[in-house]
Every structure is written in C-alpha cells, then in structure tokens.
Nanobody, 133 residues
Framework: QVQFVESGGGLVQPGESLRLSCAAS????????ITWFRQAPGKEREGVSC????????VYADSVKGRFTISRAGGQNTVYLQMNSVEPEDTATYFC??????????????????????????WGQGTLVTVSS
C-alpha cells in the first residue's frame, strides 16, 4: 500500500528557513515526478513545486520562485522542499503526491484545484508550516 509521509514542518518566523521531507512506503519516489502542494485554511490546495524523474527538471509556483528549492535525496526515497525567506503567506499544510507520471503537470500550478483533485488520489497527513512573528 502506497503511503506518503511528510515531515519537517513547524513554527518559524518570517525570513527564516525550513526543510520539508517527503518519504514514501510501498512506492519508489525516484521513478516518478513528485509535486509538493499546500493548503492554507479556507483556501484550495495548490501546487508549490515539482521535480521530474524524466530529466530532473523542476517547476515552481510564482509565489515561491527564488525562495524554495525542490530536490531528491538519491537512493533514500525522499524528496525535499527547502524553504528559505519564508513569509506569513507560506503558512499552510504541505503535502507531497504523484500522479505516477515522470514529468511535471503544469495544470497543478494553474490556480485551479480541479486537476489536483482529479488526478491525485493518494495523500499523506501533510506537515503544518506556520510562519509568524
């Protein structure tokens, strides 16, 4: 059974850094494109960043470009999201998921949650990031 486990969240002050981890059981993350999503209270789930397994290319939401970095821990079945210069607007529960494609789906960054709900079925519990002074 496939399970995602997200970790690394916590309470941080604006401008600080945090690294989130996405691990999986019953599933090899290295074979697939992995996307980080987030959902703030009262808002729809949105794509944050994706890393392809086909060529290692990455995608970032405009709101996190230049601040967040997605990467894989080779051989450890883990994908990281390094969050730098965090802002209060980054406060959300963060999830990782895959549609089992090897390339990133730009629809997840379109601002609509419809493709996210349509193509992604397996979700972990997420990890809560709170940015507050």
């Amino acid at each position: 059974q496939v399970q995602f486990v997200e970790s690394g969240g916590g309470l941080v002050q604006p401008g600080e850094s945090l690294r989130l981890s996405c691990a999986a059981s019953g599933f090899t993350l290295d074979y697939y494109a992995i996307t980080w999503f987030r959902q703030a209270p009262g808002k729809e789930r949105e794509g944050v960043s994706c890393i392809s397994s086909a060529d290692g290319s990455t995608v970032y939401a405009d709101s996190v470009k230049g601040r967040f970095t997605i990467s894989r821990a080779g051989g450890q079945n883990t994908v990281y999201l390094q969050m730098n210069s965090v802002e209060p607007e980054d406060t959300a529960t963060y999830f990782c998921a895959t549609d089992q494609s090897d390339t990133c789906n730009p629809e997840y960054f379109s601002g609509s949650s419809y493709p996210i709900l349509r193509y992604l079925e397996v979700w972990g519990q997420g990890t809560l990031v709170t940015v507050s002074s």
